[in-house]
């Protein structure tokens, strides 16, 4: 199954009311597929947002609507498997368009799971910020990390890193040799 790789940023983090600002998108092989600024029809500050990723209402000004990128996510999603550090506040931005996605998993449960540091029950996930996840699997930041396509880039070695963790617990030993009677 194809891997797609999804982080955003959005003016706040309800879906009732916030909107997505930026958007990123990778392949498994670390792929661009979508690296944009989106234009929100409402909100017109975000100082959170500035604080912490840098993105002004003239970045967003001439960007295009999430509407008229839906078509591009779509394409890119289309019966793979997504990505999102975070899923639980990411994914209702964009519910729509992640109905085409086969599934979509959370890198940062996966992450928890895999790290014994982080290790806790499911129903009570705490986890560590896509920062501190990153650095724990060596991923060297080379965007601004706040970024969309920053952030993508460390999920992507976040989940890969959780992927190695978890094979050699997959592989099944294999049958003991037959004995042959000497003779």
């Given at each position: 199954m194809r891997t797609r790789y999804l982080n955003l940023r959005a003016s706040g983090p309800n879906?009732?009311?916030?909107?997505?600002?930026?958007?990123?998108?990778?392949?498994?092989?670390?792929?661009?597929?979508?690296?944009?600024?989106?234009?929100?029809?409402?909100?017109?500050?975000?100082?959170?947002?500035?604080r912490v990723a840098r993105i002004a209402p003239e970045d967003v000004a001439k960007a295009p609507l999430i509407d008229e990128l839906h078509p591009i996510i779509i394409e890119a999603v289309w019966d793979a498997r997504v990505v999102i550090y975070n899923a639980a506040d990411h994914a209702p931005l964009l519910h729509e368009v992640l109905a085409h996605a086969a599934e979509v998993r959370c890198a940062m449960q996966a992450y928890a799971s895999a790290a014994d540091e982080y290790a806790v029950p499911q129903d009570t996930v705490q986890c560590p910020p896509l920062g501190v996840a990153a650095a724990h699997v060596g991923h060297v930041w080379t965007d601004r990390p706040h970024r969309a396509l920053a952030a993508c880039r460390a999920t992507r070695a976040v989940w890969h890193w959780t992927n190695a963790q978890a094979a050699p617990n997959?592989?099944?030993p294999a049958a003991p040799h037959a004995h042959r009677p000497e003779g």
């Open positions: 879906p009732d009311r916030d909107e997505i600002l930026e958007i990123a998108l990778l392949d498994d092989a670390g792929a661009i597929l979508l690296d944009s600024f989106v234009h929100p029809r409402l909100p017109t500050i975000w100082p959170d947002v500035w997959q592989i099944t």
